[in-house]
């Protein structure tokens, strides 16, 4: 899928108010006693989107698959506005995470396993963005250092580095790209 740049940008819009009109409905919803099991089932989504983020760039995107092409056009042209429109990944994320949870186990875990999802997947966007749209801008050391470890991921021989928003699942699965790795296929 290539949108234009208006539905690359509109991920950045969309997303905050879809998270805090879901969140705001979850929140007010459950029980003062559930709340916590709400921030719970939240953090546990924005763990399960680390993971899933690793495993489509890695098992998806990076395999003969239909969204490959796409993602070999980022390789191609990193800078181009790629990506996945956000009323898309907003239909794919409710219908994978929001609905069934809803029906299994209830709407409270179900809205916060989905805010925890979405908030993942909206800050990998942005992740994504800055360590290829500013380079030349100083950035904090996160930042930094997240722009090496994907740059190592787009220029290094060896594949690897799948993960965006953080190298840990690449360490846990042994696909992580040291920088000695880098430094000894350039030499
Ligand atoms: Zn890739
Ligand atoms: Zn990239």
Redesign the pocket.
């Known amino acids: 899928m290539r949108p234009s740049k208006l539905t690359y940008y509109a991920d950045f819009v969309v997303y905050p108010v879809v998270i805090v009109g879901l969140a705001a409905c979850g929140v007010t919803r459950a029980p003062w006693a559930d709340r916590s099991e709400w921030l719970g089932a939240a953090a546990l989504g924005f763990v399960i989107w680390t993971l899933l983020e690793y495993i489509l760039?890695r098992s998806v995107?990076?395999r003969k698959t239909y969204f490959a092409p796409m993602?070999a056009e980022?390789?191609a042209a990193p800078l181009a506005y790629i990506g996945t429109p956000p009323w898309v990944s907003v239909s794919v994320l409710t219908g994978i995470f929001l609905l069934p949870v809803w029906l299994w186990v209830g709407f409270e875990v179900a809205n916060g396993l989905t805010v925890g999802v979405m908030t993942g997947y909206w800050w990998y966007g942005v992740v994504h963005h800055i360590v290829h749209h500013h380079t030349s801008t100083p950035s904090p050391t996160y930042f930094n250092r997240l722009r090496a470890w994907h740059m190592r991921?787009?220029y290094s021989p060896k594949g690897g580095n799948?993960g965006v928003t953080t190298s840990l699942w690449d360490h846990v699965f042994g696909t992580a790209i040291s920088v000695r790795d880098k430094a000894a296929a350039s030499s």
Request: aromatic content about 12%; glycine content about 0%.
């Open positions: 760039h995107l990076h993602h980022h390789h991921h787009h799948f």
